[in-house]
């Protein structure tokens, strides 16, 4: 896995959040790029004074836009990489009304999460639609609003060792990956 430009103090943190997953599915990570990418000011201000900060997401996937890209891409959003303590605080709240599983550590959620964007948009047709017929609005957490964020939740959740019927079924869609 390649990191660029993070911060000294998170580029620690991301390579061992990154340990379990690397460990387990080291076809998904081997040729990863990963980033922190700071958001330009002017993008700041717009969410801040239009979009009540919505658009200060975590991170992105840039594999569920650009779907041909042969290896995943994965932006993290610098400015929560800044303040990990801010960070922990949000989703630890996140993670009391549900709307994340509790993985342990918010970074190793985001990278667990953003991987299985590149899992879901490389799966098999068949596959995805037998996703998608399991698929129930906000299970496993409140932010699975559609089938493909509801498998990169079930994803992160049972990276974590999370149990239940989702995170059960996540791993059988991301065997290509796993160990060689
Ligand atoms: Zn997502």
């Known amino acids: 896995m390649i990191l660029l430009a993070a911060i000294a103090s998170s580029r620690q943190r991301i390579m061992s959040a990154c340990d379990d997953l690397k460990a387990r599915y080291p076809l998904l990570t081997r040729r990863a790029i990963v980033a922190g990418v700071p ?12 979009f009540k900060g919505q658009l200060n997401a975590y991170a992105m996937c840039l594999n569920h836009w650009l779907p041909f890209l042969p290896v995943p891409v994965i932006l993290i959003n610098a400015g929560w990489l800044d303040d990990h303590s801010q960070l922990k605080d949000r989703y630890l709240n996140d993670v009391s009304i549900s709307y994340h599983p509790d993985c342990g550590c918010p970074i190793k959620y985001i990278i667990c999460h953003e991987f299985a964007h590149f899992i879901y948009v490389n ?15 906000a299970q496993p957490s409140g932010y699975s609003f559609n089938p493909e964020e509801s498998f990169c939740e079930a994803f992160a959740g049972h990276v974590a060792g999370l149990t239940g019927k989702y995170y059960d079924e996540a791993p059988r869609f991301a065997a290509d990956y796993g160990q060689e």
Request: proline share 7%.
């Open 39 to 50: 958001i330009p000011a002017p993008i700041q201000w717009i969410d801040r004074n239009f």
């Open 123 to 137: 799966m098999s047709a068949k596959s995805r639609r037998q996703w998608e017929q399991g698929y129930e609005h």
